[in-house]
């Protein structure tokens, strides 16, 4: 059982998502990179393509704000036990991330789990 203040939980969800955002750049990047040498691909997908990302960018910036805000306007007395669902995602690094069992600045990239 792993209960902590529900604010907690606010705080480390957003800064898995800054973490993520910092991997979708880098993806965004080499897939931007990939189209533009790619001439046989009509400029529309490419365009397309690349909205996409941008769309996501901003889908997860708005999430982080609103994590933010909920961790600053939540009384930290409610608390939730979230051993359960840490125990059922598949990523590990992510599970021990959100159970805020690495130190800021000690964030790793996250790696292919078989499962």
Do not use: C, K, W
Not at 1 to 7: A, C, R
Not at 34 to 53: H, K, R
């Amino acid at each position: 059982m792993s209960i902590v203040p529900v604010t907690d939980i606010f705080l480390l969800a957003a800064q898995e998502i800054r973490i993520q955002l910092r991997q979708l750049g880098a993806l965004e990047s080499a897939v931007g990179t990939l189209t533009l040498s790619a001439p046989n691909i009509a400029s529309s997908e490419q365009v397309t393509i690349l909205q996409e990302f941008d769309h996501l960018s901003q889908s997860l910036t708005g999430l982080v704000a609103y994590l933010d805000h909920a961790t600053t306007s939540t009384s930290d007395t409610v608390m939730v036990d979230t051993g359960p669902v840490l125990q059922d995602l598949p990523l590990r690094d992510m599970a021990d991330r959100l159970a805020g069992e690495l130190r800021q600045g000690t964030h790793q990239r996250s790696t292919i789990e078989l499962f």
